[in-house]
């Protein structure tokens, strides 16, 4: 059964700097795509990045970059350069593939994120 | 308007009520998500529509029934509910042509049932 694995409730991060949040994943598919979002306290799920599990080079959306490791099984998400408005929970997510073209996307517990001044 | 629209944005019933949860996306999307969030749980997924067809019923009891018009408007009517029902209730939509697409979450009805 695919799994995702967030080890961290919660992060501090001083604002300016970088923070890696963890993510491990388990699935037995050879395919297969792995999200990362930001939910605030207002409540909407925002997209961030995505690595397909074929791509060569990790991805990367302005400050945020996905450090993908396979072999580890592991898609930490790294904030670089971190904003008071980063403050958050993050949620990282796995496709789960039935064929078809729905994303039925399987979500790890999240970790919250608070940026001190 | 633009993205993905929940109303309510707060819901409070009792266990005999009915209630509706409505959802709207304006991005021309094919496929709908309902997702239930609980404190300190994983995101849960409850179904799924693509062109206005389920494709997915996670095992959601059904005192929670689904509703797909048309492929803009998205319902969930509640009834009987119980207090482990309160939680906050997400809508999504995705293009519906590529699973790899990332899903448009809405704000969310944040429901309460006593």
């Known amino acids: 059964a695919q799994k995702i694995t967030q080890t961290q409730p919660g992060m501090f991060v001083q604002e300016k700097e970088a923070v890696t949040l963890d993510c491990t994943y388990d699935?037995?598919?050879?395919?297969?795509?792995l999200f990362w979002y930001k939910q605030p306290s207002s409540g909407e799920m925002i997209f961030l990045i995505y690595?397909?599990?074929?791509?060569?080079q990790n991805a990367t959306e302005g400050r945020y970059s996905l450090n993908f490791q396979k072999a580890r099984k592991s898609a930490n998400l790294v904030i670089s350069a971190s904003q008071l408005g980063d403050s958050a929970m993050y949620f990282c997510?796995?496709?789960?593939?039935?064929?078809?073209?729905?994303?039925?996307?399987?979500f790890g517990t999240g970790t919250l994120l608070a940026v001190q001044p | 308007e633009t993205g993905v629209t929940q109303t309510p944005r707060h819901l409070v019933m009792g266990m005999t009520n009915k209630k509706s949860l409505k959802c709207e996306q304006h991005?021309?999307?094919?496929?709908m998500y309902w997702y239930k969030q609980s404190a300190k749980k994983p995101l849960e997924l409850m179904f799924v529509?693509?062109?206005?067809?389920?494709?997915e019923n996670n095992s959601v009891p059904s005192r929670f029934s689904p509703e797909c018009p048309n492929s803009s408007h998205l319902f969930l009517h509640l009834h009987t509910l119980q207090p482990e029902d309160s939680a906050l209730y997400l809508c999504?939509?995705?293009?519906?042509?590529?699973?790899?697409?990332?899903?448009?979450f809405g704000n969310g009805t944040r429901l309460t049932v006593t």
């Open positions: 690595q397909g599990s074929y791509d060569e």
């Open positions: 999504a939509s995705s293009p519906g042509t590529d699973a790899n697409s990332p899903l448009h």
């Open positions: 529509y693509s062109l206005e067809e389920r494709v």
């Open positions: 699935t037995s598919d050879q395919s297969y795509g």
């Open positions: 997510a796995m496709v789960r593939r039935y064929g078809g073209a729905t994303n039925k996307l399987i």
């Open positions: 991005l021309g999307h094919n496929a």
